[in-house]
């Protein structure tokens, strides 16, 4: 249960920093509402599965290999640790919005799809992120236990899409500079001890 817990908070972690997704999401949230907010996060999510999809498969059958399990860690603990330290640079860079024409659900959607895919930093978290959760799951755990563990990430992916959506549009007040820099801080700070965790089991790997 507390290894669920923790993958959890990591899938909070992974979504919460200030970026494209998350600024969009506000934006249509302030201009759309609610729907149009939550359904630009379902695109990036869809985006995710690929990205997960394409993990799993190109990488499963080399995770026992010790070097391929060494690079996993240490990709995913400095994607990590870069990440959390640019979330607290940036956590006092807060987007400014503009009223705007309402538009589609469809179009929605597939903002949050195409800002996904496209973005060097999803690929970069799905592949060092997740492969080096893959690696670990793979190695100590069943398939049971990893689809268990991947279900916890998307669903603090999930939680966070759904808060982003509420906080935008039923709770603009709340929408201060100041809460949006202390999501960051935080955020930035779970990034970076994850990162160092990750790079703890890479010295594991390496020297224990």
């Not at 200030?18 to 969009?24: M, Q």
């Not at 509402?33 to 997960?52: E, R």
């Amino acid at each position: 249960m507390s290894l669920f817990v923790s993958y959890l908070l990591l899938g909070l972690s992974l979504a919460a920093p200030i970026g494209p997704i998350n600024a969009a999401q506000m934006d249509r949230g302030i201009r759309g509402g609610f729907w149009n907010s939550w359904v630009l996060g379902l695109g990036s999510l869809c985006a995710d599965f690929i990205f997960i999809g394409l993990v799993y498969f190109g990488t499963v059958h080399f995770l026992q290999v010790p070097f391929v399990k060494t690079f996993l860690w240490l990709f995913g603990s400095f994607v990590l640790l870069y990440s959390g330290w640019e979330g607290l640079r940036g956590a006092r860079e807060i987007a400014e919005y503009r009223n705007a024409r309402q538009e589609s659900l469809y179009k929605s959607f597939g903002a949050g799809f195409f800002l996904s895919i496209s973005n060097p930093l999803s690929i970069m978290f799905w592949l060092g992120i997740y492969g080096s959760i893959l690696a670990k799951a793979a190695q100590t755990y069943g398939t049971k236990e990893l689809v268990l563990y991947t279900s916890a990430v998307v669903m603090g992916l999930v939680i966070w899409d759904l808060t982003m959506a509420a906080m935008s549009s039923g709770f603009r007040r709340l929408l201060t500079p100041r809460l949006l820099t202390g999501i960051s801080v935080l955020s930035g700070l779970s990034l970076i001890a994850f990162g160092f965790y990750f790079g703890w089991q890479a010295c594991l790997e390496l020297f224990g």
